[in-house]
């Protein structure tokens, strides 16, 4: 099987030119001005660009929570990530307190394992680091290709580790070329401000964001940056939504540490004042919450300064009978909103198409920068001879609006009702084969393959 682009305008991280792309198989095998060869499949892609595939490295589908499932599973989150350009997904593994990794991967597995469209992958979430876990941490990295270590500073009782544990796995992690990556923010502090909340009769979705002011992270960004040098541990981390978080991260760089940082499109774009609508603000209630206008200023900045290095989504979507399990208390409401199918689209028309990154940026942070970051470069994240021909061919003139009547995620509301881009996914290809082409979809649940990635060790 071949396939043949014309005349697209390749954009990657660094470059800039109008060519034809020709894939055989799964992987690009020629690259190239008025190519002549014979393909089974031609795309005129004149008066388009072309991307590499969106890498999200922030994703919970399936994932089993306060009794329920957030409500994309594999099958249809990765098929809703095709649609909106994202070839490749990181999930989470999280492990159960006092049982293993193996327990915990075995378990996503059967999940996500032949269901799924899109190429995945997984981060390990360590919830309990002990002398057993640490015995499991090479065996991830060399067997499993799950090079990535997910810890929680929060969720006390369930997910939280505490410093001891922290630095214990970091050190292991270390030894065995991986990476920790962190959910960076103030867990006892939080306990205190719901409980003294909820003591006092405040039950709205605005006293959700006011449990998590941005000291919580930024104090936590520091204290883990602080342990991440002390080990010498690759860090990151996750979803950084905040001025403080990012200043942070900038005097570790004063000290010659490198701490990568992730930000999700809802903290570039949305903020705070859609917690003062009642019960609706439920719809953004994530954590961390959705901060101020400053604090998008500075994520802005952190991208073009080179401090943010990826733009996920953290796509954890509840349908709305979901969320209202917290309707008479914020606690109880599931976090995590819809974002996998809209992120590529939303970063353009908002980020490019308003002139606040360059077309190079886009491509960094959407992909480019996850693939090095976590092991995959440069199979995934470029449009290069070798590489797997995962594109995105998208018309940056098209106009239209999102919507839960037009989405395909499986969630009956859109975070994002009304919003009117410039800019729209056309054809999505993955490994050499046209995933989805104008709406439709061309490949069959199971074509999506896990990625094992390689070891890391901080330098991209
Ligand atoms: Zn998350």
């Given amino acids: 099987m071949s396939l043949l682009i014309k005349n697209g305008r390749i954009i990657t991280a660094s470059q800039d030119y109008t060519a034809d792309i020709f894939m055989e198989g799964e992987v690009i095998t020629t690259i190239g001005k008025n190519l002549r060869m014979k393909a089974d499949e031609t795309i005129n892609a004149a008066g388009m660009m072309v991307f590499p595939g969106g890498i999200d490295p922030h994703v919970h589908l399936d994932m089993p929570f306060m009794g329920t499932f957030s409500s994309d599973n594999y099958e249809t989150g990765t098929r809703a990530a095709l649609h909106g350009g994202t070839t490749t997904v990181i999930d989470f593994v999280l492990q159960t307190q006092g049982k293993s990794l193996r327990h915990a991967l075995e378990q996503w597995q059967a999940r996500a394992n032949g269901n799924c469209l899109g190429d995945y992958s997984f981060h390990m979430a360590v919830t309990d680091f002990n002398d057993n876990t640490r015995l499991e941490i090479a065996e991830m990295v060399d067997k499993e290709g799950i090079t990535s270590f997910k810890t929680f500073m929060a969720y006390k009782g369930a997910l939280m580790i505490d410093d001891r544990q922290m630095v214990g796995l970091m050190q292991e992690v270390k030894k065995c070329g991986g990476m ?79 701490v990568f940082a992730e930000t999700c499109i809802q903290y570039l774009i949305l903020d705070a004042s859609l917690y003062e609508m009642d019960f609706e603000g439920a719809k953004w209630v994530m954590s961390p919450p959705l901060r101020q206008k400053k604090d998008q200023a500075s994520l802005w900045a952190g991208i073009n300064q080179g401090l943010v290095q990826v733009v996920a989504t953290d796509h954890c979507p509840f349908k709305w009978e979901q969320k209202k399990m917290g309707e008479k208390d914020f606690s109880k409401i599931p976090n995590g909103h819809p974002a996998i199918e809209n992120r590529m689209e939303l970063l353009y028309s908002e980020g490019v198409g308003k002139g606040k990154i360059s077309l190079n940026k886009y491509v960094e942070v959407t992909s480019t920068n996850a693939a090095k970051i976590f092991g995959m470069f440069p199979k995934k994240g470029c449009i290069a001879v070798g590489s ?73």
């Fill in 180 to 258: 920790v990556t962190v959910h960076a923010t103030n867990g006892d502090m939080i306990d205190y401000l719901v409980a003294k909340h909820r003591a006092e009769g405040k039950f709205a979705p605005l006293y959700h964001y006011l449990s998590q002011p941005e000291i919580t992270e930024s104090e936590a960004s520091g204290r883990f940056a602080d342990m991440a040098i002390y080990t010498g541990v690759p860090g990151y981390i996750v979803h950084m939504t905040c001025e403080g978080a990012l200043n942070h991260i900038r005097d570790a760089t004063k000290r010659n540490q490198k």
């Fill in 388 to 460: 797997d021909a995962d594109l995105l061919i998208f018309d940056p003139k098209e106009k239209h609006a999102l919507s839960a009547a037009t989405h395909h995620m499986n969630v009956d509301y859109s975070a994002y009702e009304g919003w009117k881009l410039k800019g729209k996914c056309k054809t999505t290809i993955l490994r050499g084969k046209v995933a989805i082409d104008n709406g439709k979809v061309c490949i069959p649940k199971g074509y999506g393959q896990f990625v094992k990635r390689k070891k890391v060790n901080g330098i991209i």
